[in-house]
């Protein structure tokens, strides 16, 4: 089969095109036809060695493939040959096949797009467990979001309002705060020219935020610890800065607030039918038109690797999608 190929760790240029054997699935997989796939960070991450799963060479990028199954393991049961599918595989979507866990393959309803699937289920089904689940968010609490114009940050922002909240948008400029303003973001916050934690405390009375949401990390994480609120609850969700902070623990001793790790990768293994429950409402809400998830730029399979330098140099704010069939 075609496909994008990574033989060593580094940068998106050193990835080949070429042919790989087709994948053979597992007792307890599905062989999914790929017919688009999603381009997200932690693609990058994998390629350079730095996420927290380490496949074995050769292997393509990929986690978020929309396609067909052609293909059953002989202990799956609650899938059939011919479903249209979302499949969150991790790696493996630069390919026209990859077989997949079947716990982590869903059937997607008729009125949502191939593309709307690839592009926007993963980071909005990450977003939405740490929104849900782990800060139990509820309807007229306050969130800030940082690295907002990203995806798992633009996600956040459209689910928080979906779900009632207020939401303060924070990036790194008055571009990136605009299109978080067209999601929905009631008020911005440039944390490159403005005081984060002192515009914090300026747009909540003083009173601070419920909710932070953290993909981003480094040098943000500490003045956003000091703008929340008492018994707030901040979400760690990545490090998308490239700097793991060291956090004073007497913050949260002083704030009686909580530090919450969002690993959505285990949540989705370990407890698969809240995953399932939580893929169901996205799937609603998509219908609904009560979120519309990203807008996206397509590449052809041969042009993956373009797509993630594009990502890596965060000069477009749309998502990637990579066109196989």
Not at 1 to 25: H, S, T
Not at 49 to 61: A, I, V
Not at 95 to 100: G, I, L, Y
Request: include cysteine; glycine fraction near 10%.
């Amino acid at each position: 089969m075609k496909a994008v190929i990574c033989e060593e760790f580094g940068a998106p240029e050193m990835l080949k095109f070429g042919e790989l054997p087709d994948p053979i699935p597992g007792k307890n997989q599905v062989l999914i036809q790929v017919e688009v796939c999603g381009v997200s960070y932690p693609d990058l991450l994998i390629i350079q060695n730095n996420y927290q799963f380490k496949p074995e060479f050769p292997f393509s990028p990929g986690g978020e493939v929309v396609g067909k199954i052609i293909e059953l393991g002989e202990k799956v049961e609650s899938l059939k040959v011919g479903d249209r599918v979302l499949a969150l595989c991790r790696w493996g979507g630069f390919a026209e096949k990859v077989a997949v866990e079947s716990d982590r393959v869903f059937v997607l309803p008729e009125g949502i797009s191939s593309e709307t699937a690839a592009s926007s289920l993963y980071t909005y089904s990450t977003s939405f467990y740490a929104l849900k689940d782990r800060a139990q968010l509820t309807a007229g609490e306050t969130v800030l979001v940082l690295g907002a114009a990203g995806g798992i940050g633009l996600a956040a922002v459209e689910l928080a309002k979906a779900m009632g909240a207020k939401v303060i948008a924070a990036a790194s400029s008055d571009e990136k705060l605009a299109l978080c303003k067209a999601k929905g973001a009631d008020q911005t916050i440039n944390y490159e020219t403005e005081d984060l934690k002192g515009r914090i405390k300026e747009l909540t009375n003083g009173l601070g935020v419920d909710v932070v949401l953290d993909p981003v990390g480094g040098k943000y994480t500490e003045p956003a610890l000091r703008g929340i609120a008492w018994k707030g609850r901040y979400l760690i969700v990545g490090f998308a800065n490239g700097e793991i902070p060291k956090i004073p623990m007497n913050l949260p001793l002083l704030k009686g607030c909580s530090i919450v790790g969002v690993f959505w990768g285990n949540f989705s293994k370990l407890e698969s039918e809240q995953n399932r429950s939580n893929m169901n409402q996205l799937y609603d809400w998509i219908q609904e038109g009560k979120i519309t998830g990203h807008t996206a730029v397509e590449y052809e399979l041969e042009d993956a690797k373009k797509a993630l330098s594009t990502l890596q140099s965060r000069s477009n704010f749309n998502k990637g999608l990579v066109r196989v069939l």
